[in-house]
């Protein structure tokens, strides 16, 4: 097919990657502007605008797709689909109905669980036991569209937000292709369920801080669900001041104690009703490490509090 690529974010490399090896003529790749990242503020790339370069493609990074001339510009490259991966751009009709078979999403949840910005964190924070990707047909509603084609992968007590989103990136990047094969051959999409619609809400400060006094189940699915970003965040005192510590990776353990008190030397900390013992942290400034590492810099002893 003759395709645009809409993209962003490393989530959608894969993606982008793969449509090139299938043999399909990308027309142009649609990623987010370059922003100022960095401590020297300068202009950045999004992983798929590099990706795009590295293969020759044009790359077009409006501020918006609303302009009459920017809507014109797409329709003018004679598409039969676009491909959408984590674009983060609002398509309006007009860019949504110009290709022949439309705009084509890849979705990193079983829908209509999950619809929005952050459904691989919430699937996790939630206790999710299966999840997905989904391949849909997009159209003016958030995730509303019909789905082409699932694949389903299950969540482990060993996932982070990191792993499962390489692990749907994947499975992504192979299902795109079976569907766009599939819709040349004639496949219709079907509609959503209208039952068990769920909204994955953008994460914010409410979401990082850990709150000791909840069940450690639920303590130990946020650590994991945001890890590693933006990271769930407690305190440690030293020096008679709060220093910030992020957790990064944890496990449940069945133990107990005085809410947020250090109960060994493994970094074991007591929640409402059981216990978490964190394995890989980062406190402020410093780079990530084991629970072993932060320990011998950080030295704290059985009863010693958290916040």
């Known amino acids: 097919m003759r395709l645009a690529f809409m993209g962003s974010p490393d989530f959608a490399v894969p993606s982008f990657e793969a449509l090139i090896e299938a043999g399909h003529e990308l027309a142009c790749v649609y990623t987010q502007p370059p922003r100022r990242a960095g401590r020297g503020k300068k202009l950045r790339n999004t992983p798929v605008h590099d990706a795009a370069l590295n293969a020759g493609i044009d790359v077009r990074h409006p501020n918006s797709l609303k302009p009459d001339e920017e809507k014109a510009a797409f329709a003018a490259l004679g598409l039969e689909a676009a491909v959408v991966v984590a674009y983060g751009l609002i398509l309006p009709k007009a860019i949504l109905t110009a290709p022949k078979f439309g705009c084509i999403n ?100 409410d979401d990082t801080r850990i709150d000791w006094s909840r069940p450690a189940e639920e303590v130990d699915r946020q650590i994991r669900g945001l890890s590693p970003f933006p990271g769930a965040w407690f305190e440690i005192e030293q020096n008679g001041e709060r220093v910030r510590v992020k957790a990064l990776m944890s496990a449940y353990v069945e133990d107990d104690g005085p809410t947020g008190q250090l109960l060994d030397d493994n970094l074991t900390i007591a929640c409402g009703d059981g216990a978490v013992r964190l394995t890989q942290v980062q406190k402020a400034g410093k780079s990530a490490c084991s629970a072993a590492d932060f320990l011998r810099g950080n030295p704290m002893t059985t009863g010693d509090e958290v916040f």
């Open 106 to 205: 890849v979705h990193g949840s079983l829908l209509p669980r999950w619809r929005g910005a952050a459904p691989m964190q919430r699937a996790i924070i939630a206790g999710d036991e299966i999840t997905g990707v989904q391949t849909m047909q997009m159209e003016a509603g958030l995730d509303t569209g019909p789905v082409y084609q699932t694949r389903h992968t299950r969540i482990t007590r060993g996932d982070t937000a990191g792993s499962l989103h390489d692990r749907l990136s994947e499975l992504g990047a192979a299902l795109i292709v079976e569907t766009l094969e599939a819709i040349e051959a004639g496949l219709e999409p079907t509609p959503q369920s209208d039952e068990g619609i769920t909204y994955a809400h953008k994460l914010g400060p």
